[in-house]
């Protein structure tokens, strides 16, 4: 105990040193402590530096249990000082020992339990061994401390939430595929265009009309991405500076405005519904980012602009387009295109026309785009300057099917289907951009010539036949068989069917021309064997049988039961005589008159085109598109085309995608027949039933024609350049059924060369103004020109009736003795002589029985005529011929001194068809 050092008190700056060991017995302690402790602690710093680098690591841990904490809170200091130094007393050997190990396994302990507790002070008259044993476990925050996150915390929240970002990234990445389109957005109307390109209709529910990016102009573009996004061409599919800046613009009231870039909104547009969720958002995110690695830019720039809306119920830039300017997307130039751009971000909002409070926004933001233009380098300052704003049109054109458009459409798709160009199944699609060959020039003449000569002139609330008229008309380019205009109806929506292509109205007498057109192109002859020619004569007699048909007995009646006698296939198609053209029918026959109307153009189902005798009347029920193809052949020199009513077929802006029929032309008559029956035509036009249309001012073509009890009057005529059928029909507007136009217009009826003849003469004049008018060039039949005498023109004897024979009665009413009423008994044309009974004569004329002169008396021996023929016998001749001098007999036949070729005999009261002389 003398040897250890005096005990020290401890300074401020020094640590006191902790047991080694915990003492056993409190009691013995006494105030020597301190010595003790100074001792350790002066000693201590030397047995560190030396004894650190020897100091196994097994030390520290042998040690470490030693070290705990002595001072309890019942101990004095006193008690705390003394405790070493009794310790010391009691184990002598130990303590001497502890005393040089102690200090590197107290180093060795500091090191590893707290480092940082340096420098060790007394606080409060407590030991600092307690308050390190507090620190060595970190107090809890109190207070706002509590609420702040430690910079642990947050950086593990970071990592962890990077790596569940790229998780969910990588999912949401995985999962979500790029879908089909949405049904609306592929959805587009079918864009129906007049000739010259502008626009006649669309249909559809959708007004889209999708084109490439080449038919929009590049001005167009530029505006458009100016105004929505001008980094296109050089970003992302995504671009988070501009969302956070449309956040932060619209919470600023700068305006709402969208993040989106312009493949986000195609996106949208294209792939996925309007709605606002946040699950239409995450798709929106995933689909723009893989559709920016499959698609160009140039593809989803023409994408976008094919689906956005501008308003006017138009989708996409066409649309727009033809909505607020009516021209093409190719055509928009730098103003146009900047308005529709500004659209864009709020249609409704910034139409000026329907919403002229909000022009000056409307305006503002068109400025907005342009400088945008400028900004980019697409558009110079000078030019920026130059433009004025653009004023979009008053009136939206209307892409319903209201008045003619829908007549127009129908009659558009029915040749479509028809000709087997598409399906109604293709057509429904849309897509299509269809060219007619509609001109509108034209279209408004022909509307504008029904309203005039027709419609103006109804009075229906005081006529209830005015209510029944409806009207129906085609014309047609007879070089090429284009159809320039169509009259389908009074309204599509109040009239479904279109009267210029239905078949249900007898075609009346315009079938009559092809009657003559097949006897001159099958070198007819009538039933005495003479070839049919426009003055051939036959016998015009109301109700007068036909002969050489076996079918059964056919009496015609003529209009307004009219007997005409003997006339030439001139005057009889002048006046319309059915009975003349029925008796034709039979002689050139009836299935080859059929045969040649469907050459000429009138579909070969057509209803009621049957062969029989009464195909001459037009008893058919062609269409007035049918009779004007038709028309259109004999203007056309006998050349026909299949009529053709599309010029152009364009399928999402592809040209060649609809491949359309090919326009042939075949030489179906010869021109000799096809000019031949223009010719006579045009006596109907100058001295027939049709003079009215001579208000054309040109060589006009025509025939007019009536249905059965008036239900239906036509006209249909041709210059050199155009072919136009017109017809005024009758129908009960509640029942659809037909009616007679009997007191319509206030006139008694309505024939061919009424209403139809008038029609057609203002519209061919309007239609044809400013076009040089010139004469039909023809190339008629042998003997066409010829003019040939009627049987009754010779110089009668005295007292003789040199007129007409109408049944054998002569000019003062007079019953001739000896002449026979009715049809002649077994006449039969021969060739070399007449047959009477069954005699036949050589080089002159023999009666069986007498000859009666022209004064009605019989002779009873024989006459000899001056051409040398003996009679045999002394009875009368049934038919009546000519005795020497060439006198008519009450027969009607007139011989001029003897019979060589062969005559035919007369008839009475209407029997045989033909007479003609040589």
Do not use: C
Not at 459 to 475: E, H, L, P, Q, T
Not at 556 to 564: A, F, K, L, R, T
């Amino acid at each position: 105990m003398s040897d250890q050092p005096e005990p020290q008190q401890p300074t401020q700056g020094s640590a006191p040193k902790e047991p080694d060991v915990q003492p056993d017995v409190q009691p013995e302690r006494t105030v020597e402590q301190p010595a003790v402790e100074t001792e350790r602690t002066v000693e201590q710093p030397a047995v560190r530096a030396d004894a650190e680098p020897d100091v196994e690591p097994v030390a520290a841990s042998v040690a470490a249990p030693d070290v705990e904490p002595v001072a309890r809170p019942e101990q004095t200091v006193a008690q705390a000082a003394a405790e070493p130094v009794a310790q010391a007393a009691a184990e002598p050997d130990t303590q001497a020992e502890r005393t040089v190990v102690q200090p590197v396994v107290q180093a060795d302990v500091r090191t590893d339990v707290r480092t940082d507790a340096q420098p060790e002070v007394m606080e409060g008259g407590k030991p600092e061994t307690a308050k390190k044993a507090k620190k060595a476990k970190r107090p809890r925050r109190t207070g706002w401390r509590r609420l702040v996150p430690t910079w642990r915390f947050l950086l593990s929240a970071f990592v962890l939430g990077t790596m569940m970002l790229i998780a969910l990234f990588a999912l949401g990445y995985y999962m979500v595929n790029i879908p089909a389109a949405n049904a609306a957005a592929t959805k587009q109307s079918n864009v129906y265009l007049y000739a010259d390109g502008s626009q006649l209709a669309r249909d559809g529910e959708v007004n889209r009309e999708n084109v490439t990016l080449s038919q929009i102009s590049k001005d167009a573009q530029h505006a458009v991405l100016a105004a929505e996004d001008r980094d296109f061409y050089t970003e992302s599919a995504i671009d988070p500076k501009a969302m956070i800046r449309a956040a932060w613009n619209t919470v600023t009231g700068k305006g709402k405005q969208s993040g989106s870039t312009i493949t986000q909104q195609y996106v949208k547009n294209y792939y996925l519904a309007q709605e606002q969720t946040v699950t239409r958002k995450v798709k929106e995110f995933f689909i723009s980012i893989k559709l920016d690695r499959v698609k160009t830019k140039d593809e989803i720039l023409e994408g976008y602009l094919n689906t956005s809306y501008a308003g006017r119920n138009s989708y996409g830039l066409q649309a727009a387009a033809q909505a607020y300017y009516g021209v093409d997307a190719v055509d928009l130039t730098a103003g146009q295109g900047a308005y529709l751009a500004a659209l864009l971000n709020a249609p409704s909002e910034y139409d000026v026309i329907a919403h002229p409070e909000n022009r000056p926004a409307a305006l503002a933001r068109w400025a907005y785009v342009l400088d945008g233009m400028v900004k980019k380098g697409w558009l110079t300052q000078s030019a920026r300057n130059a433009i004025t704003f653009p004023e979009p049109k008053q009136s939206i054109v209307s892409t319903g099917m209201s008045g003619q458009r829908g007549y127009l459409v129908k009659a558009v798709n029915d040749y479509l289907f028809e000709n087997k160009i598409l399906t109604e199944d293709q057509l429904q699609l849309g897509g299509y951009r269809i060219t007619t060959t509609l001109q509108k020039s034209k279209q408004d003449a022909f509307v504008k010539a029904v309203n005039d000569k027709v419609m103006k002139k109804l009075d229906k609330k005081n006529n209830k036949v005015d209510n029944y008229v409806r009207a129906g008309g085609v014309a047609i380019d007879p070089a090429t068989g284009k159809v320039l205009a169509m009259y389908g109806g009074i309204d599509y929506t109040k009239q479904y069917v279109n009267n210029a292509t239905r078949r249900d109205y007898q075609d009346g007498s315009t079938f009559k021309p092809f009657v003559f057109t097949s006897a001159v192109q099958n070198g007819s002859q009538t039933q005495d064997g003479q070839t049919i020619t426009p003055n051939t004569y036959y016998d015009g007699t109301n109700k007068r049988p036909v002969e050489g048909w076996n079918g059964g007995e056919y009496a015609p009646e003529n209009e307004d039961q009219y007997s005409y006698g003997n006339i030439t296939v001139r005057t009889a198609t002048n006046k319309s005589v059915n009975s003349v053209y029925a008796q034709m029918a039979v002689d050139v026959g009836p299935a080859k008159v059929k045969q040649t109307a469907i050459d000429l153009g009138l579909p070969s189902d057509t209803p009621d085109l049957n062969p029989y005798p009464s195909i001459a009347l037009g008893t058919s029920t062609a269409s007035v598109l049918d009779m004007a193809e038709a028309y259109a052949t004999l203007a056309n020199h006998g050349k026909h085309g299949t009529y053709t009513i599309i010029d152009k077929i364009t399928k999402d802006g592809e040209e060649g995608a609809v491949t359309l029929r090919k326009q042939e032309t075949k030489q179906v008559v010869t021109r000799e027949a096809a000019d031949t029956t223009t010719a006579v035509l045009q006596s109907v036009v100058e001295d027939g039933t049709a003079t009215a249309a001579q208000e054309a001012d040109r060589p006009v073509a025509g025939k007019t024609g009536t249905a059965e009890e008036d239900t239906a009057a036509w006209f249909a005529g041709y210059t050199p350049d155009l072919a136009t059928v017109v017809s005024v029909m009758g129908q009960d507007p509640v029942t659809g059924k037909h009616k007679s136009l009997y007191g319509a217009m206030g006139l008694d009826r309505i024939n061919g060369g009424g209403a139809p003849a008038e029609i057609w003469a203002q519209f061919t004049k309007d239609a044809l103004k400013g076009k040089k008018a010139k004469d039909f060039d023809l190339q008629l039949q042998p003997g066409a020109d010829e003019v040939q005498l009627p049987p009754a023109d010779t110089q009668p004897d005295p007292g003789t009736d040199a007129g007409q024979d109408n049944g054998g009665t002569t000019d003062g009413g007079q019953e001739t003795p000896g002449a026979t009423t009715g049809t002649t008994t077994g006449a039969t044309p021969t060739t070399g002589g007449t047959t009477t009974d069954g005699t036949t004569t050589t080089g002159g004329t023999t009666t069986t029985g007498g000859t009666t002169d022209t004064g009605g008396t019989t002779t009873t021996g024989g006459t000899t005529d001056t051409g040398g023929t003996t009679t045999d016998g002394g009875t009368t001749d049934t038919g009546g011929t000519t005795d020497s001098g060439g006198t008519t007999d009450t027969g009607g036949t007139t011989d001029t001194g003897g019979t060589t070729g062969g005559t035919t005999p007369g008839t009475t009261g209407g029997g045989l068809s033909s007479l003609r002389r040589d």
